[in-house]
């Protein structure tokens, strides 16, 4: 089955794009990149689907609607069963060109499937995948053998980057490719000071966003007229969710200002564009959780707050720096430190003639490196590289 692609109607070619589950909310960057690619169509290819409303797509060859355990998923997998056998018939009907696998587990778990394509095999790798599997076990010789055998491994940033070469991955296999945002999309609005100061902070409920430790700084603020808006969500089937809300309503529950917070949930993306408009600050205080997850690069809503002219408070880790330009864009503080959050919040409140050029330089810095029209047109380069 190897070889070239079949390239279809007007040049369009045909790349694969394995996850395991098509698609969760949390994962809506894959689908930003995937629809935005002029020259290669996706094919997903999924154990099961969820969220098609708010991703259409065609194709997703998924093996079944309704969630399996984990523990069932890999047995699957080992004993190839009809998942592959399916997914194998997709790759044959749209002759793809190419496999891309997101997540580093899941690239391992579709090696059998690269193996009887023998087709390129891509892998991006996006932090948890790096920082907290490589701990369990098995998992190292597990990636020895991808890393042997995979074609070439993509990451966000170079941090993330460097962290899988110390894993055991050849360098001249990994390449940086960042994820984007469409600042088309996404309304600039120079931030001027209010009455209220509102800061905001999103993302899913898990440990390594450090909302928990977002809403003891805020806590810790001198008295002012200051709200914090909080969008986010959680699974209660989740582990990495369920201990990450347990954090977060801990830190609410022993809070001083609860008046002056407000947990907003989960909002669709207009809805959370509406919310962005509405605040003066973005506060993301990202860190390496308990069991070792990290970000795999910088979160999105970084891009989307910078896109939208919004200066930043954040942390040096994994791949915000690369992001977010300390002094220029927004204020970052090592990661963990609540106190050193609480200077950095008071000195962008009390510097509101700040907030307009590190809101155009965001903005400028999202369009060049992180556009997601641009950088899906650099990973169409990348594929053509092998397709």
């Not at 701990?135 to 990451?155: H, M, N, Q």
């Not at 966000?156 to 990994?174: A, Q, R, S």
């Not at 990661?335 to 008071?346: F, M, Q, R, T, W």
């Amino acid at each position: 089955m190897g070889g070239k692609g079949y390239t279809g109607e007007k040049g369009i070619k045909y790349a694969a794009h394995l996850v395991y589950r098509y698609l969760p909310v949390t994962e809506n960057w894959i689908y930003s990149m995937v629809s935005r690619m002029k020259r290669y169509h996706g094919v997903f290819l999924a154990t099961r689907t969820e969220n098609l409303d708010k991703f259409p797509w065609d194709p997703v060859v998924a093996v079944r609607e309704k969630s399996l355990p984990y523990q069932v998923i890999e047995k699957l997998h080992k004993e190839w069963f009809g998942y592959f056998r399916l997914h194998l018939q997709a790759i044959e009907k749209y002759r793809v060109s190419l496999i891309h696998a997101h997540f580093g587990t899941r690239g391992y778990y579709g090696l059998p499937l690269a193996r009887k394509s023998q087709l390129p095999y891509l892998v991006t790798f996006y932090g948890y995948d790096v920082s907290a599997v490589p701990g369990k076990r098995g998992w190292r010789e597990r990636y020895r053998i991808l890393f042997d055998e995979a074609t070439l491994f993509l990451t966000e940033g170079p941090h993330l980057k460097n962290c899988l070469i110390e894993l055991g991955c050849p360098e001249e296999k990994v390449v940086v490719h960042h994820l984007g945002v469409d600042p088309e999309k996404i309304p600039f609005k120079e931030r001027k000071p209010e009455k209220t100061i509102r800061i905001l902070m999103a993302g899913g409920f898990v440990e390594k966003k450090g909302i928990h430790l977002g809403i003891r700084a805020f806590d810790k603020l001198k008295e002012r007229d200051t709200e914090l808006w909080v969008v986010g969500w959680y699974r209660k089937d989740e582990p990495r969710h369920a201990r990450g809300a347990s954090l977060i309503f801990s830190a609410f529950k022993e809070a001083k200002k609860k008046d002056k917070i407000k947990f907003l949930g989960y909002l669709s993306y207009q809805e959370y564009m509406r919310v962005l408009e509405k605040c003066h600050i973005l506060l993301a205080p990202s860190l390496t959780a308990s069991d070792g997850d990290t970000e795999g690069g910088a979160p999105v809503v970084l891009l989307d707050a910078m896109a939208s002219g919004m200066p930043v408070v954040s942390t040096l880790h994994a791949d915000i720096p690369e992001v977010v330009v300390d002094g220029e864009t927004g204020f970052l503080v090592p990661e963990k430190d609540v106190d050193a959050l609480v200077e950095a919040l008071e000195k962008m409140i009390n510097a509101p003639s700040l907030w307009k050029k590190m809101g155009k330089k965001g903005r400028q810095r999202i369009e060049k490196e992180f556009n997601v029209n641009i950088q899906a047109e650099r990973l169409e380069r990348i594929y053509d590289r092998y397709a």
